[in-house]
């Protein structure tokens, strides 16, 4: 298993089905139809704003995305919500879709989500990705590193726990939890280390 920072141009189709393997469940409502969001995904993904975990066939296992001030992993626009959803239905899911995006968080590394295949899960192939993604924030000089985790997600949370996260705060969703599945995100948190002092000669 090769843990990498950024996603292999001739993966960017294994990565959108796992996205949407992974999310597709609660953004349906909003993405659908499954065609569709594939077309988006295929568009807006960014390929450097991301961890992937590469098997020895050369398969996808995994993949964990970011967010900088540069832009997310899954993010897009709203010329790429028109291209492919017309201008009426990217309106409405453009207004939609606001509500559930969490800001850059310039103080912290904020996780854009991590999927991992399923015949693989349970390998420590998550674990992998976030220890990649804790050194890579250390790497930048963040901090800490921040994710949401849904209140539907126990075994996510656990591993997160596990990792050393602790939740900070939860959120309602309120009337939106019909459309996407889930009542209430978590926020966690975990320290980056410090980085090793350079030995002495």
């Not at 909003?30 to 020895?56: F, K, N, Q, S």
């Not at 390998?123 to 800490?144: F, K």
Request: aromatic share 8%.
């Amino acid at each position: 298993m090769q843990v990498r920072l950024g996603l292999p141009d001739g993966l960017r189709a294994q990565a959108v089905d796992l996205y949407w393997q992974a999310f597709g469940s609660k953004l349906w409502r909003v993405m659908g139809p499954d065609a569709r969001a594939h077309a988006y995904l295929l568009r807006v993904i960014r390929t450097d704003h991301c961890i992937c975990a590469v098997a020895g066939d050369g398969t996808l296992a995994g993949i964990a995305g970011f967010k900088s001030p540069d832009g997310s992993f899954a993010g897009g626009d709203a010329k790429d919500m028109r291209a492919i959803y017309g201008p009426v239905g990217a309106t409405w899911r453009s207004a939609v879709l606001r509500l559930l995006q969490t800001d850059v968080d310039n103080d912290r590394f904020l996780i854009d989500g991590i999927c991992v295949a399923r015949p693989l899960r349970g390998q420590g192939v998550g674990t992998d990705l976030v220890h990649a993604l804790i050194a890579e924030a250390g790497r930048r000089g963040y901090r800490a590193v921040r994710l949401e985790v849904v209140d539907t997600n126990i075994r996510a949370r656990m591993l997160y726990e596990r990792l050393g996260f602790a939740a900070e705060h939860s959120e309602a969703l309120g009337p939106l939890r019909h459309v996407f599945g889930f009542s209430r995100a978590v926020t966690m948190v975990r320290a980056v280390p410090a980085p090793a002092a350079a030995s002495r000669a």
